[in-house]
């Protein structure tokens, strides 16, 4: 997966949470969701949005940042899935995600990281040795 890839994916995720983020939030959760949980989930869609389209619009830029962002996130989703079981569900999926982003960026910074080939030196004939005399 490459990097552009990566930000389409999360530009489409980042648009379902702000179009369908409750919707989504009552299918994992049986409920609604509260006004702090529906704040959440748009915050939330808008830094995917906005990453997604900074990721499409120049794949190879900022690579570390957007990696240590969908790492940090997974590592506070986990954290808020063991302490708070009634959004353990809607914290995986979110977690799962950031980790399926995380792994596609890890993958495209490995194939940009890949020596090119190394061109070998020229090599030309010997001169012809002339005669001495």
């Known amino acids: 997966m490459n990097g552009r890839a990566v930000g389409l ?9 702000l179009g369908r983020g409750d919707q989504l939030w009552c299918g ?8 702090v949980e529906h704040r959440v989930l748009t915050v939330l869609g808008l830094r995917h949005v906005g990453q997604g389209l900074l990721q499409t619009a120049a794949p190879r ?11 940090a996130h997974l590592a506070s989703m986990v954290a808020l899935a063991g302490a708070d079981p009634a959004r353990r569900r809607p914290a995986l999926v979110s977690g ?11 993958e495209s910074a490995r194939t940009w990281r890949r020596p090119a080939a190394v061109p070998q030196p020229l090599v030309t ?9």
């Open 61 to 71: 830029e900022l690579p570390r940042l957007w990696l240590l962002t969908d790492l």
């Open 28 to 35: 994992l959760t049986g409920r609604v969701p509260s006004t």
């Open 125 to 133: 004939p010997r001169r012809a040795r002339r005669p001495h005399g």
């Open 96 to 106: 799962a995600v950031s980790l399926a982003s995380a792994l596609g960026l890890a």
């Open 9 to 17: 994916a999360g530009l489409a995720w980042g648009a379902l949470l």
